[in-house]
Nanobody, 118 residues
């Protein structure tokens, strides 16, 4: 059974940091491209970080570049999102995604809420 379980969300003040984790199981993690998305109320889901398999390349949109860092531990089947210098506009539900460019399999976690507020 495929599972992606996010954790680490919460309430943080502007300028603060959070580290999200996504623990994967049920598939060969190292073969999958891993991504983090977010969705704020009333907005479309937005890609915020990408890391290739097994992990040599990353990419970010301008909105988070220089503040967010994605990483992965293939031995632990876990992907992380380090978020620094958080802004109120970073408030959203953050989702972990696993995608295989070979099989087309596309898996999602349940999401974790991040709220940036003073």
């Amino acid at each position: 059974q495929v599972q992606l379980v996010e954790s680490g969300g919460g309430l943080v003040q502007p300028g603060g940091s959070l580290r999200l984790s996504c623990a994967a199981s049920g598939f060969t993690f190292s073969r999958y491209i891993m991504k983090w998305y977010r969705q704020a109320p009333g907005k479309e889901r937005e890609l915020v970080a990408y890391i290739s398999n097994p992990g040599g390349s990353t990419n970010y949109p301008d909105s988070v570049k220089g503040r967010f860092t994605i990483s992965r531990d293939n031995a632990m089947n876990t992907v992380y999102l380090q978020m620094d210098s958080l802004k109120t506009e970073d408030t959203a539900v953050y989702y972990c995604n696993a995608w295989s460019s070979v099989s087309g399999n596309d898996y999602w976690g349940q999401g974790t809420q991040v709220t940036v507020s003073s």
